[in-house]
Protein backbone atom coordinates (compact mmCIF):
# COMPACT_ATOMS: atom_id res chain seq x y z
CA UNK A 1 0.00 0.00 0.00
CA UNK A 2 1.57 3.46 -1.12
CA UNK A 3 1.35 6.62 1.23
CA UNK A 4 -2.42 7.47 2.18
CA UNK A 5 -3.98 10.99 2.01
CA UNK A 6 -6.86 11.80 4.68
CA UNK A 7 -9.63 13.83 5.33
CA UNK A 8 -9.35 14.68 9.03
CA UNK A 9 -12.19 16.58 11.01
CA UNK A 10 -10.42 17.93 14.40
CA UNK A 11 -11.70 19.09 17.59
CA UNK A 12 -10.37 22.50 18.10
CA UNK A 13 -10.67 24.59 21.33
CA UNK A 14 -8.68 27.26 22.60
CA UNK A 15 -9.29 26.91 26.26
CA UNK A 16 -11.97 25.14 28.67
CA UNK A 17 -13.83 28.35 28.81
CA UNK A 18 -13.88 28.25 24.76
CA UNK A 19 -16.75 27.28 22.58
CA UNK A 20 -14.85 24.54 20.28
CA UNK A 21 -15.66 23.25 16.58
CA UNK A 22 -14.85 20.23 14.35
CA UNK A 23 -12.13 21.74 12.17
CA UNK A 24 -11.31 20.20 8.93
CA UNK A 25 -7.56 19.18 7.39
CA UNK A 26 -6.20 17.34 4.53
CA UNK A 27 -3.06 15.44 5.51
CA UNK A 28 -1.04 13.28 3.10
CA UNK A 29 2.05 11.81 2.42
CA UNK A 30 1.25 8.77 5.67
CA UNK A 31 2.40 5.58 5.41
CA UNK A 32 0.11 2.76 6.58
CA UNK A 33 3.10 1.74 9.27
CA UNK A 34 2.65 5.02 11.16
CA UNK A 35 0.64 4.96 13.96
CA UNK A 36 -2.02 7.34 14.71
CA UNK A 37 -0.24 9.63 16.78
CA UNK A 38 2.19 9.94 14.15
CA UNK A 39 0.07 10.72 11.29
CA UNK A 40 -1.15 14.18 14.06
CA UNK A 41 2.66 14.64 14.57
CA UNK A 42 2.70 14.85 10.72
CA UNK A 43 -0.25 17.00 10.32
CA UNK A 44 1.02 19.35 13.59
CA UNK A 45 4.37 19.95 12.12
CA UNK A 46 2.05 21.04 8.27
CA UNK A 47 0.60 23.36 10.40
CA UNK A 48 3.87 24.36 12.21
CA UNK A 49 5.16 25.13 9.16
CA UNK A 50 1.77 26.94 7.66
CA UNK A 51 2.41 29.28 11.27
CA UNK A 52 -1.18 27.91 12.12
CA UNK A 53 -1.27 26.65 15.99
CA UNK A 54 -0.68 22.64 16.20
CA UNK A 55 -3.42 20.52 17.71
CA UNK A 56 -2.85 19.26 21.21
CA UNK A 57 -3.11 15.68 22.33
CA UNK A 58 -2.04 13.85 25.02
CA UNK A 59 0.62 11.19 24.95
CA UNK A 60 3.12 9.81 26.37
CA UNK A 61 5.12 6.05 26.20
CA UNK A 62 3.00 5.36 23.18
CA UNK A 63 3.53 1.80 23.51
CA UNK A 64 -0.05 1.02 25.70
CA UNK A 65 1.06 0.77 29.11
CA UNK A 66 0.86 5.23 30.30
CA UNK A 67 -3.11 6.05 29.75
CA UNK A 68 -2.20 9.52 28.23
CA UNK A 69 -3.57 8.68 24.96
CA UNK A 70 -7.44 9.22 24.16
CA UNK A 71 -9.31 10.43 21.19
CA UNK A 72 -12.50 9.43 20.16
CA UNK A 73 -11.95 8.09 16.77
CA UNK A 74 -14.74 7.95 14.55
CA UNK A 75 -17.00 7.71 17.38
CA UNK A 76 -15.38 5.09 19.02
CA UNK A 77 -13.08 5.60 22.52
CA UNK A 78 -9.75 4.33 21.12
CA UNK A 79 -10.66 4.10 17.23
CA UNK A 80 -11.93 0.85 15.53
CA UNK A 81 -9.00 -1.62 16.84
CA UNK A 82 -10.27 -3.88 19.83
CA UNK A 83 -8.51 -3.90 23.21
CA UNK A 84 -6.09 -1.59 21.40
CA UNK A 85 -4.96 2.01 22.79
CA UNK A 86 -5.07 5.02 20.45
CA UNK A 87 -0.96 5.10 20.68
CA UNK A 88 -0.59 1.21 19.31
CA UNK A 89 -3.57 2.07 16.19
CA UNK A 90 -1.89 2.52 13.34
CA UNK A 91 -3.00 3.69 9.95
CA UNK A 92 -3.28 0.47 7.94
CA UNK A 93 -6.78 0.09 9.77
CA UNK A 94 -8.05 3.18 7.87
CA UNK A 95 -8.68 3.86 3.81
CA UNK A 96 -7.06 5.85 1.95
CA UNK A 97 -9.00 8.91 0.66
CA UNK A 98 -11.20 8.12 3.52
CA UNK A 99 -12.39 10.78 6.71
CA UNK A 100 -11.40 10.41 10.30
CA UNK A 101 -13.63 12.43 12.87
CA UNK A 102 -11.07 13.18 15.80
CA UNK A 103 -12.99 14.35 19.29
CA UNK A 104 -11.39 14.52 22.85
CA UNK A 105 -12.48 12.01 25.54
CA UNK A 106 -16.41 13.60 26.27
CA UNK A 107 -17.92 13.67 29.98
CA UNK A 108 -18.87 16.45 32.54
CA UNK A 109 -16.07 14.29 35.12
CA UNK A 110 -13.45 14.82 32.22
CA UNK A 111 -13.79 18.85 31.30
CA UNK A 112 -11.74 19.72 27.91
CA UNK A 113 -8.38 21.87 28.55
CA UNK A 114 -7.35 22.62 25.07
CA UNK A 115 -8.42 20.75 21.31
CA UNK A 116 -8.30 17.05 22.66
CA UNK A 117 -6.47 17.51 26.04
CA UNK A 118 -9.00 16.65 29.19
CA UNK A 119 -8.37 16.79 32.58
CA UNK A 120 -8.53 13.32 33.91
CA UNK A 121 -7.96 14.18 37.53
CA UNK A 122 -10.93 13.12 38.98
CA UNK A 123 -9.36 9.48 38.40
CA UNK A 124 -6.39 10.52 40.52
CA UNK A 125 -8.89 11.72 43.32
CA UNK A 126 -10.50 8.77 43.02
CA UNK A 127 -7.15 6.62 44.08
CA UNK A 128 -6.52 9.26 46.31
CA UNK A 129 -9.22 8.71 48.36
CA UNK A 130 -8.70 4.78 49.29
CA UNK A 131 -7.29 2.86 45.98
CA UNK A 132 -3.60 1.79 47.76
CA UNK A 133 -2.76 -0.28 50.59
CA UNK A 134 -0.95 1.50 53.62
CA UNK A 135 -0.29 -1.24 56.28
CA UNK A 136 3.16 -1.61 57.14
CA UNK A 137 3.76 -5.25 56.09
CA UNK A 138 7.47 -5.50 56.84
CA UNK A 139 9.80 -7.06 54.08
CA UNK A 140 8.23 -9.47 51.34
CA UNK A 141 7.49 -12.77 52.40
CA UNK A 142 8.50 -15.87 50.65
CA UNK A 143 6.93 -16.24 47.94
CA UNK A 144 4.53 -19.31 48.83
CA UNK A 145 3.73 -18.36 52.45
CA UNK A 146 0.41 -17.00 51.32
CA UNK A 147 -1.47 -18.73 49.13
CA UNK A 148 -3.87 -17.12 46.33
CA UNK A 149 -5.67 -19.11 44.37
CA UNK A 150 -5.10 -19.47 40.14
CA UNK A 151 -8.36 -18.02 39.46
CA UNK A 152 -7.84 -15.10 41.75
CA UNK A 153 -4.46 -14.29 40.62
CA UNK A 154 -5.11 -14.45 37.33
CA UNK A 155 -8.34 -12.28 37.86
CA UNK A 156 -6.15 -9.46 39.75
CA UNK A 157 -3.57 -9.54 37.60
CA UNK A 158 -6.26 -8.77 34.59
CA UNK A 159 -8.25 -6.27 37.05
CA UNK A 160 -4.39 -4.56 37.60
CA UNK A 161 -3.54 -4.06 33.97
CA UNK A 162 -6.15 -0.52 33.84
CA UNK A 163 -3.88 2.22 32.34
CA UNK A 164 -6.64 4.73 33.98
CA UNK A 165 -7.43 6.18 30.12
CA UNK A 166 -10.67 6.61 30.82
CA UNK A 167 -11.98 4.99 27.54
CA UNK A 168 -14.56 3.62 29.53
CA UNK A 169 -16.02 6.69 30.72
CA UNK A 170 -15.68 8.15 27.30
CA UNK A 171 -17.52 5.40 25.59
CA UNK A 172 -20.50 5.18 28.37
CA UNK A 173 -23.78 6.61 27.88
CA UNK A 174 -23.90 7.40 31.42
CA UNK A 175 -20.58 8.94 31.71
CA UNK A 176 -19.84 5.94 34.44
CA UNK A 177 -16.72 5.36 36.06
CA UNK A 178 -17.67 2.14 37.25
CA UNK A 179 -14.94 0.21 35.08
CA UNK A 180 -12.11 1.71 35.94
CA UNK A 181 -13.32 1.82 40.09
CA UNK A 182 -14.29 -1.79 39.41
CA UNK A 183 -10.91 -2.33 38.16
CA UNK A 184 -9.11 -0.81 41.06
CA UNK A 185 -11.25 -2.65 43.76
CA UNK A 186 -10.95 -5.88 41.91
CA UNK A 187 -7.40 -5.91 42.11
CA UNK A 188 -6.69 -5.44 45.81
CA UNK A 189 -10.36 -7.24 46.84
CA UNK A 190 -9.09 -10.68 44.93
CA UNK A 191 -5.83 -10.49 47.12
CA UNK A 192 -5.62 -11.44 50.65
CA UNK A 193 -3.35 -7.62 51.50
CA UNK A 194 -6.28 -5.75 50.24
CA UNK A 195 -8.17 -7.71 52.93
CA UNK A 196 -8.19 -5.55 56.14
CA UNK A 197 -9.07 -1.66 54.80
CA UNK A 198 -11.34 -3.55 52.13
CA UNK A 199 -14.59 -1.91 53.29
CA UNK A 200 -13.03 1.51 54.00
CA UNK A 201 -11.63 1.39 50.69
CA UNK A 202 -14.71 0.61 48.49
CA UNK A 203 -17.03 2.77 50.17
CA UNK A 204 -14.71 5.93 49.98
CA UNK A 205 -13.83 5.14 46.34
CA UNK A 206 -17.70 4.81 45.01
CA UNK A 207 -18.06 8.01 47.20
CA UNK A 208 -15.52 9.89 45.79
CA UNK A 209 -16.32 8.33 42.29
CA UNK A 210 -20.60 9.89 42.60
CA UNK A 211 -18.94 13.26 44.17
CA UNK A 212 -16.97 13.67 40.87
CA UNK A 213 -20.05 13.95 39.10
CA UNK A 214 -19.80 10.46 36.76
CA UNK A 215 -22.92 8.38 36.06
CA UNK A 216 -24.26 5.13 37.37
CA UNK A 217 -24.01 2.06 35.75
CA UNK A 218 -26.86 0.75 33.68
CA UNK A 219 -24.76 -2.50 32.30
CA UNK A 220 -24.41 -0.71 28.74
CA UNK A 221 -21.35 -3.06 28.61
CA UNK A 222 -19.69 -0.26 26.43
CA UNK A 223 -16.86 -0.05 28.34
CA UNK A 224 -15.55 -2.74 28.03
CA UNK A 225 -15.56 -2.83 24.33
CA UNK A 226 -13.42 -0.08 24.22
CA UNK A 227 -11.58 -0.80 26.99
CA UNK A 228 -7.85 -1.15 25.46
CA UNK A 229 -6.91 -3.97 28.17
CA UNK A 230 -10.37 -5.59 27.81
CA UNK A 231 -11.30 -5.32 30.98
CA UNK A 232 -14.06 -7.77 32.13
CA UNK A 233 -17.51 -6.23 33.23
CA UNK A 234 -17.77 -8.70 36.01
CA UNK A 235 -15.24 -6.91 38.03
CA UNK A 236 -18.10 -4.09 38.01
CA UNK A 237 -20.25 -6.97 39.81
CA UNK A 238 -17.44 -7.60 42.28
CA UNK A 239 -17.11 -3.78 43.05
CA UNK A 240 -20.70 -3.89 43.84
CA UNK A 241 -20.53 -6.91 45.99
CA UNK A 242 -17.88 -5.41 47.61
CA UNK A 243 -19.93 -2.26 49.02
CA UNK A 244 -23.35 -4.34 49.55
CA UNK A 245 -20.70 -6.16 52.04
CA UNK A 246 -18.99 -2.87 53.48
CA UNK A 247 -22.61 -0.93 53.86
CA UNK A 248 -23.55 -3.77 55.26
CA UNK A 249 -21.25 -4.29 57.82
CA UNK A 250 -19.46 -1.63 57.94
CA UNK A 251 -17.99 -2.31 61.86
CA UNK A 252 -15.92 -4.52 61.05
CA UNK A 253 -13.75 -2.66 58.18
S1 LIG B 1 -10.96 0.10 32.71
FE1 LIG B 1 -10.05 0.05 30.63
S2 LIG B 1 -10.97 1.81 29.59
FE2 LIG B 1 -11.30 2.13 31.79
S3 LIG B 1 -9.56 3.35 32.53
FE3 LIG B 1 -9.00 1.18 32.82
S4 LIG B 1 -7.90 0.63 30.94
FE4 LIG B 1 -9.00 2.53 30.44
S1 LIG C 1 0.49 7.01 25.05
FE1 LIG C 1 0.74 5.68 26.78
S2 LIG C 1 -0.96 4.32 26.60
FE2 LIG C 1 -1.06 5.48 24.77
Not at 84 to 112: N, Q, Y
Not at 211 to 229: M, R
Request: net charge negative.
Amino acid sequence: MGNMTLNLSVWRQKNANSLGEMVPYIVSGISPDMSFLEMLDKLNEDLIRREESPIEFDNDCREGICGMCSLVINGVAHGPKRATATCELHMREFEDGGTITIEPWRSKAFPVIKDLVVDRSAFDRIIASAGYVSLYVGEAPDANAVLVSKNSAERAMDAATCIGCGACVAACPNASASLFVGAKIAHLALLPQGQIEGKQRVTKMVQQMDEEGFGDCSNHGECEAVCPKAISISHIALMRKEYLKAILNPEDS
